[in-house]
C-alpha cells in the first residue's frame, strides 16, 4: 500500500513539474526561435501537445492562461488570451 502512495506522489509530481516547465520552454522557444534546428523543434511542439489541447479546453484556459504570461508577456495578455498580432 504504500508504495501505491509513493508511485502516486511521484507521478503528481512529474505531471505538476511537466505542466509548469512550458512557461520557460515558452520562453526559450520564442527568444531562440531562429537558432532553434526544426526537428527539435517539432519534437518540443509534439512532447508539449497535450499542454495546448488542456489550454484549449474551457476548464483549463484560465488557469494556463494566467501562468504564461510570468514568462511570455508578448504572447499572452493578463487576461489569458494570445494576443494575436
Known sequence: MDLFWLSLCWLSLI?????L?????????T?????????????????YNPIKWAYETPLLHKPLG???PLWVPNL??????????
Open 15 to 19: 505531471l505538476v513539474v511537466y505542466v
Open 21 to 29: 516547465s512550458i512557461g520557460p520552454v515558452l520562453k526559450f522557444t
Open 31 to 47: 527568444k531562440y526561435r531562429s537558432s532553434i534546428p526544426i526537428p527539435v523543434m517539432v519534437s518540443i511542439v509534439s512532447f
Open 66 to 68: 494566467l501562468y504564461y
Open 76 to 85: 499572452i495578455d493578463s487576461k489569458g488570451n494570445v494576443i494575436e498580432k
